[in-house]
């Protein structure tokens, strides 16, 4: 099979594995069928999901080289704006649903409550790198798209953190992302030692 | 005549989804792969699915009760759906829909509660004189959870005075304290961290004896008419409705009359999170919920306008207030 055409289809079942699950899960939180608290549930389906999807998009690399099988970056950009979708759900979600349209509150509650805080720092990171991901731009940047978009480190840990802080006591599922970040960012060691070098 | 206006929000018939249509669509989104697909995206979401047609197989039982003056509240009762498959109950897991899942079979018969402590008249009520004892009355009250959503369930119990009453304290009860059935057989959160919330068991908690003995006070036996489910807290719990939820212990097997305030739960895990008292009070924050305002979880799914203001004391205030005369708030949250 020729790359352009396993990519067609890769990027084909990322479409289908990340929208339609969104559209069933907001229909279902919409007609209440989505146990007893579709608002807390819709946001942490979103919440974990962008997650997920922000891991997967640094499992690409390591996977690309492991496997040999270099085509695989080209679904990476998908993988990252579908991680912005997901993001943009869950703080739209927390906004509109849960604070329902209190701005003030908003406002307050990213101020006031550390692991909002951060989750509010790892949106604005993956807002900049979602709207420079178009190529003309990406193009137009040159070596600073690079600097930018290794932010994308930065980003996930944040997003583990916020998910750590806003558990209660149960932090057995946030450990397990933070490992699997680790496990990630380890693959990136020689990259971290240049940084550092220089 | 009667005169009925209907509210825009309310259903007719013809809007609910046959069941049998209900079903099929269900087996269209499997047949779809989109429990593969959504289980790669977030494989925790999957089990809420079920929520609706979910079947209990634990038995409750119609239970006889007299109205009392808290019977008649204004505010809009919770589903029970909604009450009993939305429970903070870590013995049977950390996540909202698991106690529901996981608490069915929990056995609550033979079950035996101990009154102790400093009291001139121990005693032990078995399962049959949860029920027999004491005049059961309904209660319609609203159940503040330190999470900002709340809900309000019609209970069934007895004044938590007149069970103390009957054990007679003597002059060193100053606290009572209250635990909750230790047995990891049955209950996998206390065997099992993960599921358990990583907190530690059994589950203790206090009132001061004043607290205990307000009117408020409220030890359930049973919600919406019939003995409660496990997952509520099956067969008797503490309900004390101007607190946090998490002060009102289920599944209770000993209320100790003791001199010293007792540790509690939450306190132990957390102290600068969570209080001895726990009053609900919307001027005092928990670190990560402004406690000012609240969801009341009734229905009408995502698009349900249902964020209002907390009030001080959950709007018990006037039951309450005086309990509290001088104390700091603040420091005493």
């Known amino acids: 099979m020729r790359n352009s055409v396993k990519i067609f289809l890769l990027k084909t079942v990322i479409h289908c594995a990340a929208f339609i699950p969104a559209a069933i899960m907001y229909y279902l939180a919409i007609m209440d069928k989505l146990g007893s608290d579709p608002v807390e549930e819709i946001i942490h389906f979103t919440g974990i999901s962008a997650l997920n999807i922000l891991l997967l998009t640094l499992l690409i690399s390591p996977m690309a080289k492991y496997l040999k099988q270099g085509w695989l970056v080209n679904v990476r950009r998908l993988l990252g704006l579908y991680a912005f979708f997901y993001a943009c759900l869950h703080m739209l979600s927390f906004l509109f649903f849960e604070l329902q349209f209190d701005f003030s509150l908003f406002i307050d509650e990213v101020i006031e409550r550390p692991y909002i805080t951060v989750g509010m720092c790892a949106y604005a990171i993956i807002l900049m790198l979602a709207f420079t991901s178009w190529s003309k731009i990406r193009s137009k940047m040159g070596k600073k798209w690079q600097t930018l978009h290794n932010y994308n480190y930065l980003l996930v840990t944040l997003v583990c953190i916020h998910f750590y802080w806003s558990v209660k006591s149960e932090i057995i599922e946030p450990s397990i992302y933070f490992i699997l970040l680790f496990f990630l960012l380890y693959q990136r060691k020689d990259k971290f030692k240049r940084w550092f070098k220089r | ?333």
């Open chain 2, 1 to 333: 005549m009667l005169i009925k206006s209907k509210k825009k929000s309310e259903l007719v018939e013809s809007q609910v989804t046959d069941e049998a249509i209900y079903y099929s669509r269900r087996k269209v989104l499997k047949q779809l792969g989109f429990v593969g697909a959504s289980a790669l995206i977030a494989g925790n979401s999957l089990p809420k699915l079920a929520w609706a047609n979910s079947n209990s197989s634990f038995k409750t039982t119609a239970l006889d009760f007299k109205k009392s003056q808290y019977s008649d509240i204004q505010d809009k009762l919770t589903p029970e759906q909604k009450v009993i498959s939305h429970n903070n109950f870590y013995e049977f897991g950390a996540k909202k829909d698991q106690p529901a899942e996981l608490a069915q079979n929990f056995k609550v018969d033979p079950w035996q509660l101990k009154i102790t402590g400093e009291v001139d008249k121990p005693f032990t009520l078995d399962y049959n004189e949860l029920f027999s004892s004491f005049t059961i009355e309904e209660r319609i009250y609203r159940l503040r959870c330190v999470e900002a959503w709340s809900i309000v369930i019609p209970w069934l119990g007895f004044r938590l005075a007149d069970v103390l009453k009957k054990a007679q304290p003597n002059s060193k009860a100053k606290y009572v304290a209250f635990k909750t059935l230790h047995d990891p057989k049955q209950m996998p959160g206390q065997s099992n961290r993960y599921l358990g919330g990583g907190i530690k068991y059994p589950y203790v908690e206090g009132l001061r004896i004043d607290e205990a003995m307000n009117d408020l006070s409220l030890l359930s036996v049973g919600l919406y008419g019939k003995t409660l489910p496990p997952q509520n807290g099956a067969p008797i719990r503490l309900v004390t409705p101007w607190k946090y939820g998490f002060k009102s212990i289920k599944s209770i097997v000993e209320i100790k009359l003791v001199e010293r305030k007792p540790k509690t739960t939450w306190n132990k895990l957390a102290p600068n999170e969570y209080g001895f008292y726990a009053n609900v009070n919307p001027e005092v924050d928990h670190p990560r919920w402004s406690q000012a305002s609240e969801r009341r979880l009734t229905g009408g799914g995502l698009f349900a306008r249902n964020r209002i203001e907390t009030q001080m004391f959950n709007g018990y205030g006037e039951e309450v207030a005086d309990l509290y005369k001088g104390m700091n708030l603040r420091k005493n949250y």
